[in-house]
């Protein structure tokens, strides 16, 4: 597959996780009380989204019919590459809106452009190899 091709489907899924983030970060802080609680939204939101994620990543944008590995194996890399793409968000997120006091929705979207960056390239050179 073209690596165009590939980073535009990154970016349909991309768009989607979002989607699902925004939409549970609402959610949860509008409707189910957790308003002033953005890290516990944010948090929830994100491994929501990372179920959507993996099964878009597996089949759909780094599609691998000729390596045969494990699928729990491809979990526990994308698990990590995940955790090290969510940390670098959240750092950010926490910087932005603790240290220079912006918006905790802005913050929230900003992250997503810091996320997907790390998330991509992970699961590009590690996951899905």
């Known amino acids: ?3 165009r091709v590939r980073i535009f489907r990154f970016g349909v899924i991309g768009t989607l ?3 699902i983030i925004a939409l549970v970060v609402w959610l949860m802080t509008k409707w189910l009380s957790f308003e002033g609680d953005y890290l516990v939204a944010n948090v929830t939101a994100y491994i929501i989204a ?3 994620n993996f099964i878009w990543c597996k089949y759909w944008i780094f599609p691998n ?5 494990s699928v729990w194996k491809q979990m526990a890399f994308f698990c990590t590459a995940f955790g090290v793409a969510y940390i670098a968000q959240f750092f950010f997120l926490v910087l932005l809106v603790e240290v220079f006091g912006v918006n905790e929705y802005l913050a929230q979207f900003l992250g997503l452009f810091i996320y997907g960056g790390v998330n991509f390239i992970a699961n590009k050179k590690i996951t899905f190899q």
């Open 17 to 19: 996780n979002a989607l």
């Open 50 to 52: 990372q179920i959507h």
């Open 65 to 69: 019919e000729k390596k045969k590995n």
């Open 1 to 3: 597959m073209k690596e």
